[in-house]
C-alpha cells in the first residue's frame, strides 16, 4: 500500500518499477489505481488492444480524464496513463498484471461519511481474494488512504485501517523537494511548493499504533503532465 501525493510525475514512475520488478520475478500481480472503478471496462479493453492512437484516444477521452476547465486532485495525468501503457506492454508480452481502479463514485449525500474509504476497502477485499496465492496487489492511492490507523481530526478509519485483516503494508512516499498537486479549501487546486526535509531516510516503524510500517523520501517530486 502506497500513500502518495497526488499529481506528480514520480510517483506513477516508482510503480512501474515496482511492476517491473515483481514481473521479473514471475510474479502474478494486481495493481490497484485510485481511479473511478466505472473505468475499469475502458482499462481492459485498452490493456487487452495493441495500443495504438484509436486504443489509446478510446480511454484518454474519458470526461475523467479531461481536466481543462475543471479542479481535479491531480490524479487524471499523462505520467498515470504511462503507467497503465507500461502494464499493457507487460502484458502482451505474456506477463500475469492486472491494473484496475478501486474509486467508488458515491452520492454527494455520503460524502463526509467515510463511506467512501468502506467501499473502496471493500473494492480491495474483493480483488485480493482473486489472487493466485502467489499474487501480490499493489496500490497507489492517497496518503490519508494509506493510513494503518484513524488519524486525529479524522471523523472515520482510512480504507487501509479496514483492511488489516490482509495484513497490509503500509508505505508512504514522500520528497524532500519539489512541488506537488494539492487543493484547498473550496477547490483551489494548483501546484504546491514542499516544505524541504533533510531528515533520515527510510523510517521504519514498528509501533501497534503506527500510521505507516514505512517511510521514505525521495529526492524531488514534480508537478504531472495533465492530459490535454
Known amino acids: ?123 480491495l477485499r474483493a480483488h485480493h481474494a482473486t489472487l493466485p496465492s502467489d499474487g501480490r496487489l499493489l496500490v497507489l492511492t492517497g496518503n490519508v488512504h494509506a493510513m494503518r490507523t484513524q488519524p486525529e481530526g479524522l471523523p472515520w478509519p482510512p480504507m487501509t485501517a479496514l483492511l488489516l485483516a490482509l495484513q497490509p503494508y503500509a508505505v508512504r512516499v514522500d520528497a524532500r523537494s519539489g512541488e506537488a498537486w494539492a487543493c484547498a479549501q473550496h477547490r483551489q487546486c494548483g501546484a504546491r511548493s514542499l516544505v524541504a526535509y533533510t531528515g533520515p531516510s527510510p523510517l521504519q516503524k514498528t509501533g501497534t499504533d503506527r500510521s505507516y510500517d514505512l517511510q521514505i523520501w525521495v529526492p524531488r517530486f514534480s508537478v504531472a503532465r495533465w492530459v490535454d
Not at 484496475?100 to 467512501?116: H, N, S, Y
Open 1 to 123: 500500500m502506497l500513500g502518495e501525493l497526488h499529481g506528480t510525475r514520480e510517483m506513477p514512475q516508482l510503480i512501474q518499477e515496482l511492476v517491473q520488478a515483481y514481473v521479473a520475478q514471475g510474479t502474478p500481480l494486481h495493481l490497484g489505481l485510485e481511479l473511478p472503478a466505472t473505468e475499469n471496462a475502458r482499462l481492459a479493453t485498452y490493456l487487452s488492444s495493441n495500443g495504438d492512437a484509436a486504443a489509446r484516444q478510446a480511454v484518454r477521452t474519458t470526461s475523467y480524464w479531461r481536466t481543462a476547465g475543471k479542479p481535479h486532485d491531480g490524479r487524471r495525468n499523462e505520467d498515470t496513463l504511462s503507467l497503465i501503457e507500461a502494464v499493457r506492454v507487460l502484458r502482451a508480452q505474456g506477463h500475469d498484471v492486472q491494473v484496475f481502479g478501486f474509486d467508488q463514485v458515491l452520492p454527494a449525500a455520503q460524502a463526509g461519511t467515510g463511506a467512501r474509504d468502506a467501499a473502496m476497502a471493500e473494492a
